[in-house]
């Protein structure tokens, strides 16, 4: 058997006159997690095609499994599962029916079949909607059935593209758990991701740009090979700081990380230096200290030089708003007949302030924020947005705030210009600012000069750029963002936030939704949602540190795979792969290091490092749920002895 599960030498695609993979080379071990990030238009489709045998290169060679991509392809398709953006499912066969299907496909022995679908749907959560269409299942459900069928005749090499964008962090957790299961199964898995905590659960992680592989290690190692290193400060003012930071150091690249500075300075300088800088211009400088790059950070560093800067928007023409916080709930309740989707909410959003809405999908994220835009009517509660009371000053409300739905509520067949004056006339911006309003637009988006190209010919960064644009074109007071970012590259995702961070540095008040973890942190504070509840509320510093319920150990031992498969079925442990290492999340990190040990060291494992991490914002959001999701099942359990 062959030691690589995947070589390739001077891989080349081209389209035309368009090279969209360049004389690529890579091998994949057998066993391994292989991450592929990027842009968007990197290559990393084109990249998976070809080694799904699906397209034959122009130039160079793959061989896969043994076999080589066009002689012997039909070898290669009978050994591998390839699951696209698009997934195929078929709508109107159930969860069962469709892997029954799958099975027939890959002529899956019905003496193994029954077994394996037990183990999947197990595995994946669906016993209980085997009888279900799956056109009826949600997002996340169906991304895990595609999985499911993907997995079904236990295929010895995995391809994913994107499996899990616009998944919630619920049911990515709970993909990436069948994944880990293949994995100790002895499957070699290659995903490409837009999310940067999946890329750092990958053993090794390529990165493209223009159809090149630019970088290729495991994350830790990408990280540490990062030039210079990583500063986080606080600093008020913070604008002014910024901009004092970005002329000191021309390459650090300076962003807002919800109340801190994030800034890469390069080797030897100190952050003593760094606060002195922002002394000297009377900006004081607290809690400098360095900080870990993250793996987004290393992407954007590599790949950000040539992004340029974003236009400052035009100076406000609105007058002074009306007294109050900028969205006030209280006790806000949306029911669609005998179903609960927003449950007797209640929060208070600042002036100013980054509010994350966090939850799973169906959780009532989108609902809460239609009725606070005024678009649907709450069932009970009130609520006031800008000072305007929603539902009863609905003209007044309209021109205060903005909303970019998730399909960013653009007209396809509609040119870039022609979105610009309707959106500018449907929130009534006046002629005399209109000029200067559309020319920031065209700048934010990168469209300068492009006003005459339709909005469906434009990639999906640029349309969500302009889509912020429209929805601020008349300067609102509150700016209403649901999930704006699903599916957007890490360096454009990078640029939007820079973007949010300078409205609410001039006034206004940002409401966004998000599937990112790590958007979160951005946030000045969080609402986390659950079954239309609010479950918790805070800053994210605050959400971890209040945090008592569980804790994390981070281990390093010889052999990360057959150590997940030791933990899976632990009382008290819940095991994941994180690249070269396992975390292991455990009730006291103190009591139970002893116990992981000992079973590492009898099953032979050379143990390098075990200690105690904080929790990611995720890993919180999860206890959350968790904790939710037990009390819930105790409340049913004492209405059924009652009943």
């Not at 003496?111 to 009826?136: C, I, M, Q, V, Y």
């Not at 637009?441 to 005459?452: I, P, T, V």
């Not at 699903?486 to 995702?493: F, S």
């Not at 006291?588 to 060291?601: F, G, H, K, N, V």
């Amino acid at each position: 058997m062959p030691q690589a599960a995947i070589e390739a030498r001077g891989l080349t695609k081209r389209f035309g006159e368009r090279a969209a993979v360049v004389d690529l080379a890579l091998a994949v071990r057998r066993g391994e997690v292989f991450g592929l990030i990027g842009s968007d238009g990197a290559g990393k489709t084109t990249t998976l095609q070809m080694l799904a045998a699906i397209l034959d290169p122009s130039a160079g060679t793959a061989t896969v499994l043994g076999y080589d991509s066009v002689r012997e392809a039909a070898e290669i398709t009978a050994r591998i599962a390839y699951m696209s953006q698009r997934f195929t499912l078929y709508g109107r066969l159930t969860v069962e029916e469709n892997l029954d299907f799958f099975a027939r496909l890959h002529r899956v022995p019905e003496a193994s079949r029954t077994e394996r679908k037990r183990r999947l749907l197990a595995f994946a959560r669906l016993e209980a909607h085997r009888d279900r269409l799956a056109h009826a299942l949600s997002g996340g459900m169906q991304k895990k059935l595609a999985l499911c069928c993907a997995l079904i005749h236990e295929p010895e090499l995995l391809l994913l593209d994107e499996p899990t964008t616009g998944v919630d962090p619920v049911s990515r957790r709970e993909f990436w758990n069948i994944l880990y299961e293949a994995l100790i199964a002895g499957t070699t898995i290659v995903v490409s991701t837009p999310y940067m905590d999946e890329a750092e659960r990958c053993t090794r992680v390529g990165l493209m740009h223009e159809g090149r592989l630019i970088a290729c290690d495991a994350p830790s190692r990408l990280r540490a090979g990062m030039p210079g290193a990583m500063l986080e400060l606080a600093a008020r003012p913070q604008r002014p700081a910024l901009a004092v930071l970005g002329e000191a150091f021309p390459r650090s690249r300076p962003y807002v990380y919800g109340e801190r500075i994030h800034l890469r300075v390069d080797a030897g300088v100190q952050a003593e230096a760094v606060a002195a800088t922002l002394a000297e211009r009377g900006i004081a400088a607290t809690a400098v200290r360095q900080v870990p790059p993250s793996l987004e950070d290393v992407f954007v560093t590599r790949l950000a030089e040539a992004a340029p800067p974003l236009p400052p928007p035009p100076a406000p023409t609105r007058g002074a708003p009306r007294p109050g916080p900028a969205v006030e709930a209280r006790e806000l309740a949306r029911r669609f007949g005998r179903f609960t989707a927003v449950d007797r909410v209640s929060f208070t959003v600042a002036r100013g302030e980054i509010f994350g809405f966090l939850g799973p999908n169906g959780s009532g994220k989108t609902t809460t924020i239609r009725m606070l835009c005024g678009l649907l009517a709450p069932s009970a509660g009130r609520a006031t947005v800008a000072g305007y009371e929603v539902g009863g000053e609905a003209r007044a409300l309209k021109a205060r705030i903005g909303y970019m739905s998730q399909r960013f509520s653009l007209y396809e067949d509609m040119t870039v210009h022609e979105n610009l004056d309707f959106f500018a006339d449907v929130y009534e911006v006046p002629r005399a600012a209109l000029a200067a309003r559309r020319a920031w637009a065209l700048g934010l988006a990168g469209l300068a000069g492009e006003e005459g190209r339709l909005v469906r010919a434009l990639s999906g960064a640029v349309k969500q750029r302009l889509a912020l644009a429209c929805a601020v074109l008349h300067e609102p007071e509150v700016l209403f963002l649901d999930e704006p970012t699903a599916g957007v590259d890490p360096l454009a995702r990078r640029r939007f936030w820079e973007l949010i961070a300078r409205l609410a540095e001039r006034g206004v008040t940002v409401f966004v939704t998000t599937h990112y973890m790590d958007e979160a942190e951005h946030c000045h504070r969080l609402g986390l949602l659950y079954n239309g509840r609010l479950i918790a509320l805070g800053a994210p510093e605050e959400l971890r540190a209040g945090m008592r319920a569980e804790e994390m150990l981070e281990l390093e031992c010889d052999q990360p795979v057959p150590a997940l498969a030791l933990f899976r079925d632990e009382e008290g442990v819940q095991a994941s792969f994180f690249g070269d290492r396992l975390h292991l999340l455990v009730d006291d990190a103190e009591r139970a290091r002893p116990r992981i040990l000992a079973r590492l060291q009898e099953a032979g494992h050379v143990v390098r490092r075990v200690e105690r991490v904080p929790l990611g914002i995720e890993d919180v959001f999860m206890v959350f749920v968790r904790m939710e999701q037990e009390r819930l099942a105790l409340l049913r359990e004492r209405e059924r002895a009652a009943g």
